[in-house]
């Protein structure tokens, strides 16, 4: 990689940062595109990211994404936030605009909706949706599934007080979590959004009999690939899809934005990042 005077610099704030895989996939864009630009990983402690958010523009920074645990310290930041990043409540990219505002948004719903629509026929109005878990992730999913037309969205979390909050608030039917298998009743299409099922997880538990066999089922979980939820779906015959598409898609809108080619998500990526 040779810098020049004019790289176009974006990268993404954490705390830690180690872990995350959007430097190498950044990275592999910007060399397939032959883009002059770098995404650095950028460690950022809580006690210094609202001055660190603060120093981007001056820095000549295009823009970065935002990861764990700062996203909601992003949207409190920025000056201006859209619409979905407001109802998802949590920023996880920031566009810097020539006169150094920060323009909030969240890639996620996004990137949810892109990957069910690349990787299966999945298109939304096919029937009711269930959903489990409330946290972050959960909350992004609900927007993308309430924008693609879902006609009806169940959801079921460990905290049940959660789900009816999240249900009251969206408008969302919520199930107790004692009967979430009873919630996949007539569903086309199932996610999990809890961590249930990542590697140093306990497995979800959930009896999919109620399941019609046609119905997709998606695990945004993404290590493992293959989530146990998943193979269960797989082995009784139902369409999968698993989440490492969504990681890759929500990368899409901000490497758009700071360098200005529109990414493909493809196997060649997929492989790419995985090997990491
Ligand atoms: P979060 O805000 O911490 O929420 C965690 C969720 O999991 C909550 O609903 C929580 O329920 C539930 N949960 C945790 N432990 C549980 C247990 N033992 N039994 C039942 N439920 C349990 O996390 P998040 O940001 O929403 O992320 C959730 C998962 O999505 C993570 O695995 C993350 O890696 C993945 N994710 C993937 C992508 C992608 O691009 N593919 C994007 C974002 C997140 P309570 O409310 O009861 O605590």
Redesign the pocket.
Known sequence: MILSGTTAVAGIMGWPIGHSRSPRLHGYWLREYGVDGVYLPLVASPEGIEAAFRGLPGLGFRGVNVTIPHKLSALAACDHVDDVAARIGAVNTIIIGEDGALSGTNT?AF?FLANLRQESDWRGVEGPAVVL??????R?VCVALLDAGVPEVRIA???DA?AQALADEFGLTAFPWADRAAALDGAALVVN????G?TG??TLDLPLDALPIDALVHD???APLETELLAQARARGNPIVD??G??LH?ARPGFEAWFGVSPDVTPALRNFVLES
């Open positions: 996620d990137g878990g409330a946290g972050g992730a959960a992004a979390n460990r905290t959660r959004a809890t961590s249930l990542m997880q306990p945004i979980v993404y989440g490492l969504m990681l929500q």
